[in-house]
């Protein structure tokens, strides 16, 4: 089965076509710039070659029609014809309480995700606009909405709800809804196999440290609790966004800067985080940089991500009772041994122990914790794509 994989940002489109037998990528890409004016980027990698070009994109229509062109003429062709797509799979950053899993789309389903755009406007709206430009581009394709939001929708009452009146949860369906789904869901299958038990049995922590970032608890192959709550912006300290702060603080802050609710909504997910505290860059390797040239803000920004990263999986080591596996995926995770060093340090109370051997310049799937260690550590890969794809094959065979 060969699978389009679609990534919709308001400005942005990645994509990726998977042919879901053997797992080869056989071609990916991504326009940027859309809707923006000017010239728009797009790129795109097949059959061990890339090209880069300058491109017009007024809306997502224009983006997907130019990903079919790319995907069906052309020296980096690689199908014939659209029609040799079996499905298209759309990531979707909020599907509220309505989706535990994924759906293929319908009118409902696209109303639905227009719905929940409240909770999620960067987002949502542009995966419908992404949905809808790949019906006009590719008629007849069966589309799939694949959840950010589905892993999570195990959690029970005591660990979505908000202490806030009743009544709110009720009629404005505010609770926690946990976000990065696809991608837990993966490195906790993936850590279930290396471990070579079934997931069933296993307490899995799993920490998917990007730019955006987030800590779930994993019992059995379900998700106990997460870290994003209501949006991605709860939980643990971002590139741009606080993570957990006193809503009393933004109360106060708004008051005193005059901000309006969109200027704080700004000030939180965009002006906070690692680049707010550093004053520099919400970027790890820039923090790292130059907290290593002695940079005060730069060593606080890298303190506080790893203090907030260590309670969260001290606090679901304790919920869980207990863990068999600590995952580290994302950007960060996967690539940064320091900071994987600097969560682990000071675990002993809890048998962790990481093993500088293993840990040090690893980027790859492995093991890196010490052979005594209570819990095993592990450095998985996330592929959020590939996990978009294989849930995009469930949904259509459960749906015939
Ligand atoms: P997102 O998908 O949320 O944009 P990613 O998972 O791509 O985020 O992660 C981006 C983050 O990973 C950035 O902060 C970047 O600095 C960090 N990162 C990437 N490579 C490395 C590396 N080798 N060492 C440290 N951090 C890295």
Redesign the pocket.
């Known amino acids: 089965m060969i699978v389009l994989v679609m990534n919709s940002g308001s400005s942005s489109l990645k994509f990726q076509l998977i042919n879901m037998d053997n797992g080869e990528v056989m071609s990916k890409g991504l326009v940027e710039r859309i809707g923006l004016g000017g010239v728009a980027g797009f790129e795109v990698k097949a059959k061990g070659e890339k090209i880069k070009k300058d491109v017009t994109a007024d809306n997502h229509k224009q983006a997907v029609a130019l990903v079919v062109d790319a995907l069906t003429k052309g020296d980096l062709a690689v199908v014939d014809d659209f029609s040799m797509i079996d499905a298209i799979g759309h990531r979707v950053v909020q599907g509220g309480d309505s989706f535990p899993k994924a759906a293929v789309v319908d009118q409902r389903v696209k109303d639905l995700v227009k719905g929940y755009g409240v909770m999620a406007p960067l987002h949502n709206y542009a995966a419908l606009a992404g949905i809808e430009a790949c019906e006009e581009n590719m008629p007849g394709i069966p589309s799939v909405c694949v959840f950010d939001t589905s892993y999570h929708m195990t959690m029970d009452p005591a660990h979505y709800m908000y202490a806030i009146p009743y009544e709110d949860y009720e009629n404005l369906k505010v609770r926690r809804y946990g976000a990065h789904g696809t991608s837990h869901k993966y490195v906790a299958r993936e850590a279930a196999k290396a471990l070579g038990r079934p997931i069933e049995e296993l307490k899995i922590i799993t920490c998917?440290?990007?730019?955006?970032?987030s800590i779930s608890a994993i019992n059995g192959g379900k998700i106990v609790d997460t870290s994003m709550g209501f949006t991605p912006l709860e939980g643990l300290v971002?590139?741009t966004r606080t993570g957990d702060i006193d809503p009393a603080a933004v109360l106060y802050i708004m008051k005193h800067k005059g901000l309006s609710p969109d200027e704080m909504d700004t000030y939180v997910n965009k002006q906070s985080g690692?680049l707010g505290v550093s004053g520099l860059s919400?970027?790890?390797?820039?923090?790292?940089g130059a907290m290593d040239e002695g940079n005060e803000r730069a060593q606080l920004a890298y303190d506080m991500f790893v203090l907030r990263a260590k309670k969260y999986i001290g606090a679901y080591y304790a919920e869980l009772n207990g863990c068999d596996a600590i995952v580290f995926t994302?950007?960060?995770?996967?690539?940064?041994d320091?900071?994987r060093a600097s969560i682990c340090a000071d675990f002993d109370a809890l048998g962790i122990k990481l093993d500088p051997a293993k840990n040090d310049g690893c980027?790859e799937f492995r093991d890196v914790s010490t052979d005594d260690s209570k819990a095993r550590v592990l450095v998985i890969p996330?592929n959020e794509e590939y996990a978009i794809a294989s849930e995009t094959v469930e949904a259509i065979a459960e749906a015939k």
């Open positions: 998917h440290l990007g730019n955006g970032a971002m590139g690692l919400n970027d790890f390797r820039d923090i790292e994302a950007g960060i995770g996967e690539n940064d320091r900071v980027r996330t």
